[in-house]
């Protein structure tokens, strides 16, 4: 295994508020990686950064072996790094189908040399979604709208995909059929994984390495094992059940 991102040092503030503060880590090809922190620890900040929504104050990030010096949203994209949004914001005034179209066209979308539209709806079928390709993207539920930004991600053939909280504001009965969908991904399309939430259950068993965070430090990163054991981890989230914590 090699390391496709590379994180040194990364820090963002924001006036006196240091949201992210000196974050180094690595994740190798293929893995699925879990990032975890409670609300305000700095995650969505962090993907930000790597994605190129905010520059960085300090740090270095190496993608795939390149420096993402200000890189621009769309140059981030092109080089393979694919990001959802922790609030889903489809193409309003779209279908499900040309929401996926669209990021069919880019670059690394349009190198597969395949149509768009018939590689949009075999991305829709991927998903789970190929039976709602013509409904306004707007009339989609919740969770099939997060649904389809998987799928507008995965249409610029991304060698990482990093997903911001893909669980938050789901129903219980719609967890699992997400995290398998995210585990077939993983599988089918060879992609690297870099997820973020901010409670422990379900979440553990879908990653194979945690980097936790709070207060926009890294506090503890190993095995989800390692992870709901650690005493920072825990000191973190104090005041939740253990059974929240995963390890009741
Ligand atoms: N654009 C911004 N301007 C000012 N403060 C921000 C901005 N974005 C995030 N923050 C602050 O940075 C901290 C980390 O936020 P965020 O990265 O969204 O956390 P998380 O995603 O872990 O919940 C929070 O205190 C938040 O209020
Ligand atoms: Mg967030």
Redesign the pocket.
């Known amino acids: 295994m090699s390391a496709i991102l590379e994180v040194t040092n990364l820090t963002k503030s924001?006036?006196g508020?240091a949201?992210?503060k000196n974050v180094s880590f690595s994740v190798q090809r293929g893995e699925i990686v879990g990032i975890l922190?409670?609300?305000?620890?700095?995650?969505?900040?962090?993907?930000?950064l790597l994605t190129g929504f905010?520059m960085a104050d300090q740090g270095r990030v190496v993608f795939d072996g390149r420096p993402l010096v200000k890189a621009a949203p769309y140059r981030v994209v092109n080089l393979g790094l694919a990001r959802t949004f922790?609030l889903c914001r489809p193409f309003v005034g779209m279908t499900a189908l040309e929401n996926v179209m669209v990021a069919c066209f880019s670059p690394r979308g349009m190198a597969s040399g395949q149509p768009p539209e018939a590689r949009s709806r075999k991305l829709l079928d991927d998903v789970g979604l190929g039976h709602k390709a013509d409904m306004p993207s707007e009339l989609l539920s919740y969770g099939d709208q997060r649904r389809l930004e998987i799928a507008r991600a995965l249409a610029t053939d991304p060698k990482l995909l990093l997903l911001?909280?893909p669980f938050a504001g789901l129903g219980s009965s719609e967890i699992e059929p997400l995290s398998a969908l995210i585990r077939k991904l993983h599988r089918e399309h060879g992609l690297t994984l870099l997820i973020?939430e901010?409670k422990l259950r379900e979440f553990m068993q879908l990653v194979q390495s945690v980097i936790a965070?709070d207060f926009?430090e890294v506090i503890a990163s190993g095995t989800p094992e390692e992870i709901v054991r650690h005493p920072k981890v825990i000191d973190a989230y104090i005041g939740k059940t253990e059974v929240e914590l995963g390890i009741a």
Do not use: R, S
Request: charged letters at 10%; proline letters at 4%.
């Open positions: 924001f006036g508020l949201a992210v922190g409670p609300n305000g620890a700095g995650k969505t900040t962090l993907f930000n905010m922790q911001d909280e973020i901010h965070i926009g």
